[in-house]
């Protein structure tokens, strides 16, 4: 498994901007599809952004397109989820995940991650 350890949360107003880390241990990133996923209060954890492959494809639920960047930097382990013009609907609790290797559900699935950091608190106000 991969230890995963999440920063850059706080409290921002909207239309600002956040980047937020999740330094990884263990195996190394670029072996496996990293994503970020998000539950806001009194609601199910949702798919936000994944990257995967040796292309460091991206994928993005539609609505962050445009507005987050998820990038990595193998030589350091760690993954990144720039989030600009945030929202007061943005606010949650933000997970970094590495997913299974040969994992057979689709990369926005939360199922086939096997490695969860502790998640950081993302709160936009209006």
């Known amino acids: 498994q991969v230890q995963l350890v999440e920063s850059g949360g706080g409290l921002v107003q909207a239309g600002d901007s956040l980047r937020l880390s999740c330094a990884a241990s263990?195996?190394?990133?670029?072996?496996?599809?990293m994503g970020w996923f998000r539950q806001a209060a009194g609601r199910e954890r949702e798919f936000v952004a994944a990257?995967?492959?040796?292309?460091?494809?991206?994928i993005y639920t539609d609505s962050v397109k445009g507005r987050f960047t998820i990038s990595r930097d193998t030589a350091k382990n760690t993954v990144y989820l720039q989030m600009n013009s945030l929202k007061p609907e943005d606010t949650a609790v933000y997970y970094c995940?590495?997913?299974?290797?040969?994992?057979?559900?689709?990369?926005?699935?939360?199922?086939?991650?096997?490695?969860w950091g502790q998640g950081t608190q993302v709160t936009v106000s209006s």
């Open positions: 263990g195996r190394t990133i670029s072996a496996r599809a």
């Open positions: 995940a590495a997913r299974r290797l040969f994992a057979s559900a689709p990369v926005r699935d939360g199922s086939d991650y096997d490695s």
């Open positions: 990257i995967f492959g040796s292309l460091a494809t991206t």
